[in-house]
Every structure is written in C-alpha cells, then in structure tokens.
C-alpha cells in the first residue's frame, strides 16, 4: 500500500471509531477529500518551479557576471596590447610613455564595456623591454551579494602587455 493510502486509510479509521455514527458521513467526505489531495498533481510544477528557481537565476546571473568580466578581461589586455605596439616606435622614453597614453585614452572610447575615467595605467621600461600596465577600477560595478561573498570583492582588474623595443 502507497504512503498516502496508508494515511488516509489510517485517517478514515480513526474517523470511524472515535466518532458516533452521525458524523461517519462527514469523516467519510473528508476521507476522500484527503485522498483526492494527496493523489492530486495539479500544484506539482509550481511547488517543483518555486524549487528550482533560485538555483537557476543563480546560474543564469553567474554566467552573465562571467560574461562580462571576461569581456571586460579581454578589452583591457587588447588595449594594454595596442598601447605598447604604438607606443614601441617613440624615439625615447618621454615620447614613447606620451605615445602609449594618447593611444590608450583614443582607445578607449571604442570598447564600449570600458569607461575612460575609471581607467589608469603605468608605461615601465626595463633595458630594451617595454610594459604598459593598464588598471581599471571595477569597484562600482553591481555585483550581487552572493557572488561576493562566494569569491570575494573584485575591486581593481589589471592586464599588461610586453614588447621589446627595436
């Protein structure tokens, strides 16, 4: 026997024995009120919906969070890259750091994920090796609490690039 026959089996004899016999009719009517809720599925997929729910706009608000720092990732480390190919051609070291800021701040302006006035970056030279290091502030960006608090706070993303100077 089922577990809800059982229980409703169970219910209709507790009915029967502790009650007198005019109410046996209503033991009998709720009995089968009983039976018909518990063998009911009607409400199961939105039970079964309420469920599931959190977890998937979890995954989905994940995956865009992913998405865009991953783009946002990729657009400084394409910009730090073009900055220091530009930049490589300056005569000396004052123009090659002018260079690699106008390209920087002329660049900019077409990803559209990076905001200029957040962004800051450093032109270092090592013997004949060049590095643009480029920062972007990512600490007013909506990150959802749970998602901080699983990886923690993301503040500041940096990518460099490195080209040897002719």
């Known amino acids: 026997m089922p577990p809800t026959d059982a229980v409703s089996s169970v219910y ?6 502790r ?3 005019p109410f046996q009719h209503v033991c009998r009517r709720l009995s089968d009120r ?5 063998h009911s599925r009607s409400g199961a997929a939105a039970v079964e919906f309420a469920l599931v729910l959190p977890a998937i706009l979890l995954l989905v608000f994940g995956a865009a969070y992913l998405g865009i720092y991953i ?14 190919r530009y930049a490589m051609v300056g ?5 090659r750091r002018t260079l690699a ?21 450093r032109v270092e030279e090592a013997d004949r090796w060049l590095t643009v290091r480029i920062a972007y502030d990512v600490s007013a960006s909506a990150l959802p609490p749970i998602v901080s608090r699983s990886i923690g706070r993301i503040d500041s993303l940096e990518r460099s690039a490195t080209v040897m100077l002719p």
């Open 12 to 17: 209709s004899r507790v009915c029967s024995f």
């Open 34 to 38: 009983v039976r018909v809720f518990l």
């Open 91 to 95: 005569l000396d070291r004052d123009e």
């Open 19 to 21: 009650l007198r016999l």
């Open 71 to 84: 783009g946002l990732a990729h657009s400084l480390q394409q910009l730090s890259a073009d900055a220091s």
């Open 101 to 121: 800021g106008d390209a920087i701040t002329r660049a900019a302006e077409a990803y559209p994920m990076i905001e200029a006035d957040r962004l800051s970056y």
